[in-house]
């Protein structure tokens, strides 16, 4: 399929695009790497070793291409503030941050679309206003407020559920317990947003032509919102769960430090902290890259879902 | 098979369809006919059990015996597609178009027949053919959007006559369509009432259709049947002063054209007026007002039937027209 091939190019343009501007930002900003590593006490020549020795001396486009290479064969450089390579903190830390992306992400589209579709269901009735009332709510909320007030609850009032931290995976339940109250700050926020746009393209669908074919057929009001209006309602849906990913991905760093996991989210915020250039330069890409596979993923959906589009792209 | 007694549907208390009464034997091609907004589409609804959920329904629906006017919306459900099945107006909005046509049509099979999906598919392919549509095993894999506009209307009336109904009520079918995709969909029809002995419910505000399908017509006004009786009949000598100005306002090639002289044609005739609001109807005969034969009392005073002749027609009307000089 041409198409396909087409997009994958784009994709690896944009990508390449992003680690230009990443490397860009991170080495206009100010501050020295060999001064923070080696503290305001260090000697004017033992900094200019160190930079030497970091590649610092060389010219912009020179670093950029040793970075660009080493990414290509997985080394994106050591890490100022561990002295351990990147891709070894990044694989130590990215079970727990997709873990708790992937758990938030299945469970806003399953709450969302279960919400959307019974809201819509009971259009203008009890049901519809009480889910509209919490999901309003649910937007207004910020997640780090939601989720001190979960700690409150459930960790310091009843004492069920750890208030943060991270027991590592050797005890199965135990990482699952303390990524509960993480996992429903993000998704509460997430789960409203999409809930209400479930619900909006239920309710436009459900006003055309085939749903009242499908009903004029027989078909009971399960089927019919199931298999005929849902399938159907689906592309906005699709299209907004695509850029909450990139909402989940900004949540997880602010929820990571709130409930101090140790994922990418908190590695990120001690690496600017320690302006410790390659890890964050790593993380910023990585995250992009996220997003960027994300919204192809999404157009490949589109197709999936759609056949009239199949059809125009081919 | 269907017995319609004092059908009434109103909205907010304004009555949209006014005790309709009329009957639906086994195999009868009955057309409904009138200007939009006159009730006739919402009675079909109202065949199914589908009058909108803010419409009050009123009056006797009876199917094969069984009191349906009230009955619940699960059984109402075992008789769509089984007793009674609709083809709609738009036949692309009509159909889903992220479905498959064999699904399509296999659907209600599946659930009402409790098929399985290879018999479901087969008999999805011989309803293709009986509905004239060449090539169905290709037809069945494709979606609605691949197919011209009539052969989506024939995919539709495929899924609708899918369960074997007894009656099959059209909406409009035709009016998307072009003039001759549109002669061939009304011939169709015709004959799947005759081969399935089905009865039909065909409803148009084109009065060529009506007569090419139905062998009886109901014409509606403002939610009153205001004149019954066989098709051809009513059309070569209407009682009602509406059903006179239908007949009359319809678009004719030859009124349309110059005659022969070159002078060009008298206009076509008009009902003065328009088609007021459900809210704004009179209580009387809902013609009043626009009728050029009203009496002062018309207004006030909805008119009961009268039965003309040896009782195949009816009119609804205070003064009828008197039976045209039909030449010999």
């Known amino acids: 399929m041409p198409f396909l091939l087409r997009r994958l190019a784009g994709l690896v343009a944009t990508l390449t695009g992003i680690s230009l501007v990443v490397f860009a930002v991170m080495n206009v900003l100010p501050g020295d790497p060999a001064l923070t590593i080696l503290g305001l006490d260090s000697t004017e020549d033992a900094r200019a070793a160190l930079s030497a020795q970091l590649g610092l001396d060389q010219p912009v486009w020179a670093r950029y291409l040793d970075w660009l290479g080493g990414i290509l064969q997985s080394d994106f450089g050591t890490s100022y503030a561990y002295r351990v390579p990147v891709t070894e903190l990044i694989l130590e830390r990215l079970p727990l941050t997709l873990t708790l992306g992937l758990l938030a992400s299945i469970l ?196 999936l879902i759609d056949p009239r589009l199949r059809e125009g792209r081919s | 098979m269907y017995k319609i007694r004092n059908l009434s ?165 035709t009016t998307a369509l072009d003039a001759h995709v549109a002669g061939r969909i009304l011939d169709l029809l015709k004959r799947l009432s005759e081969t399935r002995d089905m009865a039909l419910v065909f409803i148009s505000h084109d009065l060529e259709a009506v007569a090419r399908v139905t062998e009886e017509m109901l014409v509606m006004y403002g939610g009153d049947i205001v004149e019954r009786g066989p098709t051809a009949q009513l059309l070569a000598d209407p009682r009602h002063p509406y059903t006179k100005g239908l007949i009359e306002a319809r678009p004719r090639l030859d009124a349309l054209t110059l005659r022969a002289d070159g002078a060009p044609r008298p206009r076509l005739a008009s009902i003065p007026g328009s088609v007021p609001a459900l809210a704004d109807l009179p209580k009387g005969c809902r013609f009043a007002g626009r009728c050029p034969i009203e009496r002062p009392a018309c207004a006030g005073l909805r008119p009961a039937v009268s039965v003309l002749g040896p009782g195949q027609r009816q009119v609804r009307c205070l003064a009828p027209l008197l039976p045209a000089k039909v030449p010999a």
């Open chain 2, 9 to 173: 549907l109103s909205f907010d208390g304004h009555e949209a369809v006014r005790s309709a009464s009329f009957d639906i034997p086994r195999g009868a091609r009955l057309g409904l006919v009138g200007e939009s907004g006159c009730g006739k589409s919402i009675t079909a609804l109202a065949l199914l059990g589908m009058a909108p959920a803010s419409a009050r329904v009123s009056g006797s629906i009876e199917i094969d015996g069984q009191e349906m006017a009230a009955a619940p919306e699960r059984l109402w459900r075992s008789y769509r597609a089984r007793k009674v099945a609709m083809v709609f107006q738009e036949p692309l909005s009509a159909l889903n178009p992220l479905k498959r046509v064999g699904d399509i049509i296999a659907e209600p099979m599946r659930l009402h027949l409790r098929l399985d999906r290879r018999a479901a598919r087969a008999r999805a392919r011989d309803l293709l053919v009986e509905v004239g549509i060449p090539d169905p095993e290709a037809r069945l894999d494709q979606y609605p959007h691949q197919l011209s506009g009539g052969q989506r209307q024939r995919v539709l009336i495929a899924a609708a006559l899918s369960c074997d109904p007894q009656l099959l009520v059209a909406d409009e079918p």
């Open chain 1, 108 to 303: 806003t589209i399953a709450l969302a679309t279960a919400l959307g579709v019974f809201a819509a269901a009971r259009h203008g009735k009890a049901g519809d206003w009480v889910t509209m009332i919490l999901s309003q709510l649910g937007i207004a909320i910020p997640a780090f407020w939601l989720s001190i007030l979960l700690v409150l609850l459930f960790a310091v009032t009843l004492r069920v559920l750890p208030s943060g931290g991270f027991p590592g995976w050797a005890e199965p339940l135990e990482a699952l317990k303390s990524l509960v109250l993480p996992v429903t700050a993000l998704v509460l926020v997430q789960a409203s947003v999409l809930a209400r746009v479930t619900r909006a393209s239920v309710l436009e669908v459900a006003k055309l032509d085939y749903a009242r074919t499908a009903r004029a057929l027989g078909l009971s009001p399960r089927r019919v919102m199931w298999g005929h209006v849902l399938p159907n309602a689906l592309v906005p849906m699709v299209t907004v769960a695509g850029m909450q990913l990139a909402g989940l991905i900004t949540g997880t760093i602010v929820i990571e430090n709130v409930f101090f996991l140790p994922g990418l989210g908190r590695l990120m915020f001690q690496a600017i902290n320690n302006r410790d250039l390659y890890t964050v330069q790593a993380l910023v890409l990585l995250f992009a890259s996220i997003v960027v596979i994300v919204n192809f993923l999404v157009d490949m959906i589109y197709l």
